[in-house]
C-alpha cells in the first residue's frame, strides 16, 4: 500500500513517515497544499492523511479540488475539535477525521479500515483456501499456523488479496508498493513474490506471462 | 435572618418606640394635669366652705366663745352648707378641750385633729379630703369631702387615654412598617439579584429605575463590577482555549515520538533518536508555557514593574552585540542611530522586548538586506526598528499584537515561535507605560515604533 502525508509539521511528519514505513507501507509525503495536490493528483495512492492546517493551500482547499478528480481515501488531521468541523470534514468528502494529538495505534487501525473499505472488503479476514490474511493484525496464517512474513512481503500480499480475481499489472504493483524514493529495481518485486511463493505455497500467487499477478485468477 | 438583625424589623420598631414614647409622656402628662386640677377644685371649695365655717362660729361682740353653740350662716352660707347637688361637704369645729362647738348631719366620727395653732392645713384619709384650720384659741375647724368622685373621673380619664394611645400607637406601628419596607423592599432586590448573578449568568445586571437614590448608587456600582468581572472571565476562557489548542500541537508530537516507538522493538539508535525528538517536542512546551506564565505575570499587576533608570541606546547595543552571529548567518546588516533615550523602567525586560524585535526583523529580511535600528530621547524615549522584506498584509495588522497571532503559521513553525512574542512585547511596553505601534507597506519594508515615557529625574 502506499500512502501520502501531508503535514506542515516537520517532525510529526518525519514520525508519521518512520512508522508507517515500519509497517510496511510506501510513504511519500508533502509540507504543504499545492506539493500535497499535486501529488495527490499524480498518484493513485491507497490512503492520504492530510493536516488541515497547512501553508499555501489548507486542507479543506485541498480535498476540495482533490474530490473532483479522484475518490482517494482521505483522513484528515486536525487540531480543531469542534463538531462543526467534523461535519464539515466529512461532508466536505474525508473519508475520517482524526484530531491531535491522536492515539498512534488508533490513527493505523483507521487507516487499515479506510483502505479496506475502499477496496469494498468492509471485514478484516480474507480466506483464500486455506490461507487466512488477517488485516486488521495484519499477519497470515495457513492451516491455522501463523506464517511469519516481512512488513514488504504482507504488502504485497494484502494487496494482491484485496484485489483478488484481478491482474494486477508490474506498473501498478510498483505504484502501489513502493515510494517515490526507490527507484524501480524489477527484481524487488519478483525476489517478494518467490518468497511468498514460498512460504505461503507456490499455486496462491498466479503469474499471467506478459501481463501481471493476482490471486485467483487464471495463468 | 433573625428578626432583631433585619433593618426592616428594628426600623418599624425604632418608629413604634418611639411613637410609643410620645404618646406616653404626652399621655401621662395630659392625666397628671387633669387629675391635679380636679383636686384643685375640691380644695378651692373646701377652703371656701371653711372661710365661711369660720365666720359663721365667729362671737358676736360681747359674747363669749363658749356661748356660740350655733352657726350663724349667712345666705350663701346656708346655699352651700345644704349640699344640693354633688358630693355632700361636712364640718366639724371643736373646742380646745375636744368638745364639740359643732358638727353637719353626716359628719363622720373622728378624733380632735392636732395641729400648730394659727395654721391651716390639708389632709386626706380614706378616700375623704379635709381642710383643717386651728385657730389662736386652740379651736380646730374641719371641712372635708369624699373624693370619690374625682378618684372615679381620674380613672376613666385613664382607661380612655390608654385606650385611644393604643389605638393611635397600633395605627403608627402599620405606618411604621410601611415605611421601612419601602426603604428595605429595594435593598432587597439588589441583594438577591446580585446573588443570582454572582452564583449564575454573569451576564444579567439589577434592573435600575431611573431614580437616581442611595439603593441605584449601589447597584450601579454592582451592575459595573459585575460587569468587569464578567469580562475577566471571558479573557480568561479565552486564553485557556487559545493555551490547550497550542498545547496539542507538542503533545501530539511527544505522543506519536513514544507510541511509535513502542509499537515494535527497535533499535537503540531508533530509541534514541525517539527520546531526541520527544526532547526537542517538551522544549517547545517549556518555552510556550514560561511564554504564557510572562504575559500572566505581565497582565496581573502593571505596577509591578522595577523602576530604574536605563537607556534605550544601551540596550539595543547590546542585543545588537548579541544577534550578530544571527545576523552574519543571513548575511544582513545592522544600520544603527543609538542616541541616549533615558527612561525608567526594568532593564530585563526591556532587553527583552528589543531582542523580540530586532529578532523578528532579522528572521523577515531577505539575504543582503539591511536593519535599521533608531533610538532618541527627545520627548520620550523612542526605539524604531524597521526592516525590508514581504512585509504585513493590511488584513493582519489589527491582529498583530494578539496573543498567538502568526502572520505566515509554517514560518512560525519552522522558527518555533509562540506566537506569544508580539503579545509580550506589547504587555510590557504598556506595563511601563508607554506605546508601541507598527507599520507596513506589503512587499516593501515593515517599522515597529516604541515610545516610553521619559526618565524625569534626569531633566
Not at chain 1, 514460498?198 to 496462491?204: A, F, I, P, V
Request: hydrophobic share 40%.
Amino acid at each position: 500500500m502506499r500512502l501520502l502525508v501531508v503535514e506542515d509539521e516537520v517532525d510529526l511528519l518525519r514520525r508519521l513517515t518512520k512508522v508507517l514505513r515500519a509497517e510496511g507501507y510506501a510513504v511519500d509525503t508533502a509540507e504543504d497544499g499545492i506539493d500535497g495536490l499535486s501529488k495527490a493528483r499524480e498518484t493513485d495512492y491507497d490512503a492520504i492523511l492530510l493536516d488541515v492546517m497547512l501553508p499555501g493551500l489548507d486542507g479543506w482547499e485541498l480535498l476540495e479540488r482533490l474530490r473532483r478528480d479522484k475518490q482517494t481515501p482521505v483522513i484528515m488531521l486536525t487540531a480543531r475539535d469542534s463538531g462543526k468541523d467534523r461535519v464539515f470534514g466529512l461532508d466536505g468528502g474525508a473519508d475520517d477525521y482524526v484530531v491531535k494529538p491522536f492515539d498512534l495505534p488508533e490513527l493505523l487501525a483507521r487507516i487499515r479500515a479506510v483502505i479496506r473499505r475502499s477496496a469494498a472488503t468492509p471485514t478484516p479476514r480474507i480466506e483464500i483456501d486455506d490461507i487466512v490474511v488477517d488485516l486488521a493484525q495484519r499477519c497470515v496464517s495457513k492451516s491455522g499456523t501463523l506464517v511469519p512474513l516481512l512488513p514488504s512481503e504482507y504488502s504485497l500480499l494484502e494487496y494482491l488479496a484485496l484485489h483478488r480475481g484481478e491482474v494486477i499489472t508490474r506498473t501498478r504493483l510498483y505504484d502501489h508498493l513502493f515510494d517515490e524514493n526507490e527507484s524501480t529495481l524489477s527484481n524487488l518485486l519478483d525476489v517478494r513474490v518467490s518468497n511468498l511463493r514460498r512460504k505461503l505455497g507456490q499455486n496462491l500467487i498466479v503469474t499471467r506471462r506478459g501481463h501481471g499477478y493476482g490471486i485467483g485468477i487464471t495463468p | 435572618m433573625k428578626p432583631w438583625r433585619s433593618i426592616r424589623v428594628r426600623l418599624a420598631a425604632l418608629i413604634g418606640l418611639l411613637l410609643f414614647a410620645a404618646l406616653g409622656g404626652f399621655g401621662s402628662l395630659a392625666w397628671l394635669r387633669e387629675s391635679k386640677a380636679r383636686i384643685a377644685a375640691v380644695d378651692r371649695e373646701l377652703d371656701e366652705r371653711l372661710n365661711l365655717l369660720i365666720s359663721a362660729y365667729r362671737p358676736e361682740p360681747g359674747q363669749r366663745l363658749s356661748d356660740v353653740s350655733e352657726a350663724r350662716l349667712s345666705p350663701r352660707a346656708q346655699m352651700l352648707f345644704a349640699n344640693e347637688g354633688g358630693e355632700p361637704f361636712y364640718h366639724i369645729v371643736w373646742y380646745r378641750d375636744g368638745s364639740l362647738q359643732g358638727r353637719s348631719e353626716h359628719a363622720p366620727d373622728v378624733e380632735m385633729p392636732q395641729g400648730p395653732a394659727g395654721s391651716r392645713m390639708i389632709r386626706a384619709s380614706g378616700g375623704m379630703r379635709e381642710l383643717l384650720q386651728f385657730t389662736q384659741s386652740g379651736r380646730c375647724f374641719l371641712v372635708g369631702r369624699s373624693i370619690q368622685p374625682e378618684r372615679e373621673a381620674t380613672r376613666k380619664d385613664a382607661l380612655m387615654l390608654v385606650a385611644a394611645g393604643g389605638a393611635i400607637l397600633f395605627v403608627g406601628l402599620l405606618v411604621g412598617w410601611w415605611i421601612s419596607s419601602s426603604v428595605t423592599r429595594p435593598l432587597g432586590v439588589v441583594g438577591r439579584t446580585s446573588r443570582e448573578i454572582a452564583n449564575g449568568d454573569l451576564s444579567r445586571r439589577i434592573p435600575t429605575t431611573g431614580r437616581e437614590d442611595e439603593i441605584e448608587d449601589v447597584a450601579e456600582i454592582l451592575n459595573e463590577t459585575f460587569a468587569r468581572l464578567e469580562q475577566a472571565f471571558e479573557r480568561q476562557k479565552q486564553f485557556t482555549a487559545d493555551a490547550s489548542h497550542e498545547l496539542r500541537t507538542p503533545v501530539s508530537l511527544i505522543l506519536a515520538h513514544t507510541q511509535g516507538a513502542l509499537l515494535h522493538e527497535q533499535t537503540p539508535e531508533d530509541y534514541r533518536e525517539a527520546l531526541a525528538d520527544c526532547e526537542r517536542a517538551a522544549g517547545r512546551m517549556k518555552t510556550l508555557i514560561e511564554s504564557l506564565l510572562d504575559l500572566a505575570k505581565l497582565d496581573g499587576s502593571p505596577a509591578a514593574i522595577d523602576r530604574e533608570p536605563c537607556d534605550l541606546a544601551q540596550i539595543v547595543h547590546e542585543c545588537v552585540v548579541q544577534l550578530q552571529p544571527l545576523v552574519r548567518k543571513k548575511d544582513l546588516r545592522f544600520d544603527l542611530d543609538l542616541q541616549s533615550a533615558p527612561c525608567l523602567g526594568d532593564g530585563l525586560r526591556l532587553t527583552q522586548v528589543a531582542t523580540n524585535l530586532l529578532t523578528n526583523a532579522i528572521q523577515h529580511s531577505p539575504s543582503g538586506s539591511i536593519v535599521s535600528a533608531r533610538t532618541s530621547g527627545e520627548d520620550q524615549a523612542c526605539l524604531v526598528i524597521q526592516n525590508t522584506g514581504l512585509g504585513i498584509p493590511p488584513e493582519e495588522m489589527p491582529d498583530l499584537f494578539e496573543r498567538f497571532h502568526r502572520s505566515d503559521k509554517s514560518r512560525a513553525r519552522a522558527t518555533g515561535g509562540t506566537g506569544l512574542g508580539l503579545a509580550i512585547c506589547k504587555a510590557i511596553v504598556e506595563a511601563h507605560g508607554g506605546h508601541i505601534q507598527a507599520e507596513s507597506v506589503p512587499g516593501e519594508t515593515t517599522i515597529f515604533r516604541i515610545s516610553l515615557p521619559k526618565n524625569e529625574a534626569i531633566l
